[in-house]
C-alpha cells in the first residue's frame, strides 16, 4: 500500500512538471529586415548647342566632344549653311553659341540688325583666296574679266583688299574694312564683279574668270587652299574667327568649358594635321 501510494505521488509530480513546462513561451525570433542602398543619382549631362558652318568650324568642335563629355557636358553641333541664321539662332535662344565667323562681321551684324551678340574666343584664322574659274591665272587675266566675291560687307571688303594686294585693283584710301566695288578707283583690267552669297561663290567658277572664296566654302568644295588657291592671304590676318554667345551669356560654365576646349592641344594638333596651313589656331 505504501508502494502504490509513492508510485502515485510521484506521478502527480512528473505531471505537474510536464504542464509547467508546456506552458512557458520562447519569444519569437524577429528577422531584421536586410538593409537596401538608396539608389545612386544620376546626374543629367548639360546640354550646350552650338550652331557651326561645316567647315572647319564643326569639324574643330567634334574634337571638343568627347572633351566636353567627361565633364558632364553634352555639346551638341548643328551645321548651318549660312551666315546670318546661326546669329539670329543664338539672339532668340535657340543655340547657346555659334562658332563661324571673325570680328568684323559680327561687328556689322549687331549694328545692321541690333543684335547683342559677343565674342568669347578667338580660336582659327582662314586666309580667303583667289580661285580659278574660267581664267588659269591671275596674270592670264583679259580685260574686263569677271570676278565672284562675298556681298555681305566684311567679306567683300576682305575680298578687296586681297584682290589689291595682288595689284589688280585699287581702292580708295578711307574704304577701310567697308569697301565695296564703288570704292575701287584703278581697275586696269576693268574686272567686273558678281556679288553673291559667300556659301554659293564656290558653284559660280565655271561662269566668271576667278573668284574669292572664304576658306570654309574652299574645303567644302574639295579645294585645298595651300595648294589650289592663286593667291592667299596671309596668316597673320586679322580675321580670327571666333566663339560667339548673347551678352551675359559669357560667363556661362559650359561655355567657358568649351572656350578651354578650343584652345587645347588636342584641338592645335587637329587644325595642324588636318588643313596643312589652310587654317591656323590663332590660341
Known sequence: MKKLLTLALALVLCLSLAACGGSK?????????????APAETTEPTVLNVAASATPHAEILEVCVPILAEQGI???????????VPNTAVEEGAE??????????????????????????????????????????????????????????????????????????????????DATPNDIVENP????????????????LTEVDIAVINVNYA???GFNP???????????????????????NENNPA????????????VRAFINEKYAGAVVPAF
Open 74 to 84: 553634352d555639346l551638341q553641333v548643328h551645321v548651318y549653311g549660312d551666315y546670318v
Open 255 to 266: 561655355v567657358q568649358a568649351l572656350v578651354e576646349a578650343l584652345h587645347s592641344e588636342d
Open 189 to 204: 583690267k576693268n574686272l567686273t564683279f558678281t556679288e553673291l552669297e559667300a556659301a554659293m561663290v564656290p558653284n559660280a
Open 25 to 37: 513561451e520562447t519569444p519569437a525570433q524577429t528577422e531584421k529586415p536586410a538593409e537596401t542602398e
Open 219 to 221: 574645303l567644302e568644295a
Open 226 to 248: 595651300m595648294e589650289d588657291a592663286l593667291a592667299i592671304e596671309d596668316a597673320d590676318s586679322p580675321y580670327v574667327n571666333i566663339l560667339v554667345v548673347k551678352e551675359g
Open 96 to 177: 547657346d553659341a555659334n562658332y563661324f565667323q571673325h570680328v568684323p562681321y559680327l561687328d556689322n551684324f549687331n549694328a545692321e540688325n541690333g543684335t547683342h551678340l559677343v565674342s568669347v574666343a578667338g580660336v582659327h584664322i582662314e586666309p580667303m583666296g583667289i580661285y580659278a574659274g574660267k581664267t588659269d591665272s591671275l596674270e592670264a587675266l583679259a580685260d574686263g574679266a569677271s570676278v565672284a566675291v562675298p556681298n555681305d560687307v566684311t567679306n567683300e571688303a576682305r575680298a578687296l583688299l586681297l584682290l589689291e594686294a595682288q595689284g589688280l585693283i585699287k581702292l580708295s584710301d578711307d574704304a577701310g574694312l
